[in-house]
């Protein structure tokens, strides 16, 4: 699982950094997610090794402009890629349909692709192969909604150079044995398949809470995450302004990724404000946040995160 910070900044971008969005890359899987889509995503795409052909799912947290003004641009961009026919499946709150269909429909803008648009509830979202995604709501003064990805657990691996030396046929029995069933060999040996198959691989989990104020539900979502993600758009000293506008400090962040027991913390979503302003800017934000947690990070844009398999459970 390999994250890459699109754009870290909150409300507008500035010269460093652009509006939000996240992209993950799955392992084992050309493909490509995207959490929000601030305006000018499809440029800092450009800009990365990503590729919108490997575009499969959009996961919008909240309907503010800085998280979505960059969708139908970015949507309307791939499909005048060549080739590109594979669907995208875009998640979001209530009025996403909306948006994007009038979008669409008032340039004229024809997609020459599928797409599918789900509108979100909290709880199971998504089921695939891989992984599954979970969605809790925010606090941000409008409809918003965290995303939980959480890998699930893979068998371990099967050694088939073992089952060749023990003289087992390559056959239907490898697969009963990849099962951890026991089978009878017709010279009478019995073989137990747990023998040949290494230990499971737990899943990961990561986190993106989108824009929020404090909220237990954020604790919740990130219960024993790997990484959570989220907004820091405010310093402590700047707290009012957090309440007022339904916004995180760096403080309230790391007390989610404390309370939560997540191993990484990474802040994103920055007010402007902390860049022009030297004297107390984003250092001082993230040692406010490392006060609490201390294994947290500033994002920036194009910051790529891959996430480490987890270690198998010792018996
Ligand atoms: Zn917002």
Known sequence: ?????????????????????????????????????????????????????????????????????????????????????????????????????????????????????????????????????????MSHGITAFGYAVSEKTQPGRFEVERAKELGIPEGPLYGQLKRGETVTLLDGREIDGKSLVGAEKPGRKIVFCGDTTFTPNAIELSRDCDLLIHEATYMHADKPLALRANHSTAIMAAEVALQAGAKMLALTHFSARYEADTAQGLPELLAEAQSVFPNTYLAHDFWTVTVPRREPPTA
């Open 1 to 137: 699982m390999k994250i890459t910070f699109l754009g870290t900044s909150a409300g507008a971008p500035t010269r460093r950094r652009n509006v939000t969005s996240i992209a993950l890359q799955l392992d084992q899987q050309s493909k490509l997610w995207l959490f929000d889509c601030g305006e000018g995503t499809q440029h800092q795409v450009l800009r990365s090794p990503l590729r919108l052909s490997q575009l499969d799912k959009i996961f919008i947290t909240h309907l503010h402009g800085d998280h979505l003004f960059g969708l139908v641009g970015l949507l309307a961009s791939r499909s005048l890629q060549d080739s590109i026919e594979s669907p995208v499946t875009i998640y979001g709150p209530q009025g996403l349909s909306e948006y994007i269909r009038v979008s669409l429909e008032i340039s004229r803008t024809r997609l020459q692709y599928p797409i599918h648009i789900e509108i979100t509830k909290p709880g199971q979202i998504c089921d695939t192969e891989m992984v599954e995604v979970f969605a809790a709501p």
